[in-house]
């Protein structure tokens, strides 16, 4: 009997599973710009709260959401392919990058998620995100973490992005020249285009109760028929 698109997706991503990083985590604190790596900070306004610990429904819990289920990268630049029923914490994702006309596929794993209170110089902020590394295979070595915070004392809301990373081993040497040139360029593209979106989608969200735009394939992780469905559906137009 032949495997449906659905079960070639979901092997392909069990498969990642036990692929190892390509870099060594427990060295981060090396992973400097002065040892050659790229290090990046963007955070995005979003709407305020008032003071206090998030509410229910407010752009808090809106952007929390938004970053869960993966909606916020570009879809023309990027897109993750994930098994919605997998805790956030134990995710693997694989992601679809256009880049010079291709299409590429590449592995990444969840590191952590954190929920936290966290002092700060401006005061204290509630901060909730995850992280996730790359895996063998991806062109790039490194991590990026995504978090929404809410400074509780006054009720501002941001999104915020925080990276580092080098190019990995390209093998095509054709590959390695494009990245090796235009790489920077479509990391900057990928935070610039992701602050915009969220901004968006927690508008979105608010005013309507649900945020629009267009949705990773295998998503929202909060309605898992829908989402396998949508697995299929991506698997079939690859065929």
Do not use: C
């Amino acid at each position: 009997m032949a495997e449906s698109p659905r079960e070639r997706y979901r092997r392909r991503l069990e498969a990642l599973e036990q692929r190892p990083l390509n870099l060594d985590l427990s060295r981060r604190g090396e992973y400097t710009r002065e040892a050659g790596w790229n290090i990046d900070d963007y955070e995005a306004d979003l709407p305020p709260e008032p003071p206090g610990e998030p509410l229910p429904g407010g752009s808090f819990r809106a952007a929390q959401e938004v970053l869960r289920e993966y909606r916020f990268p570009p879809p023309d630049l990027i897109t993750g392919i994930f098994l919605p029923e997998r805790p956030l914490e134990q995710r693997v994702m694989l992601l679809e990058g256009r880049f010079l006309g291709f299409t590429f596929f590449f592995g990444v794993r969840v590191g952590g998620v954190v929920d936290e209170l966290r002092e700060t110089r401006q005061g204290l902020e509630r901060v909730w995100g995850y992280d996730y590394a790359t895996l063998e295979g991806h062109f790039e070595r490194g991590q990026i973490e995504f978090t929404v915070a809410k400074r509780l004392d006054s009720g501002e809301v941001f999104f915020r992005i925080h990276a580092f990373s080098r190019t990995g081993t390209i093998r095509n040497p054709f590959y390695a020249l494009g990245f090796r040139l235009f790489g920077r360029r479509l990391q900057r593209r990928f935070a610039h285009e992701s602050m915009r979106r969220v901004q968006r989608l927690v508008q979105e969200k608010l005013a309507t109760g649900r945020a629009g735009g267009e949705a990773p394939p295998v998503q929202p992780a909060s309605a898992q028929p829908a989402a396998e469905a949508r697995m299929e559906e991506l698997a079939e137009d690859r065929r």
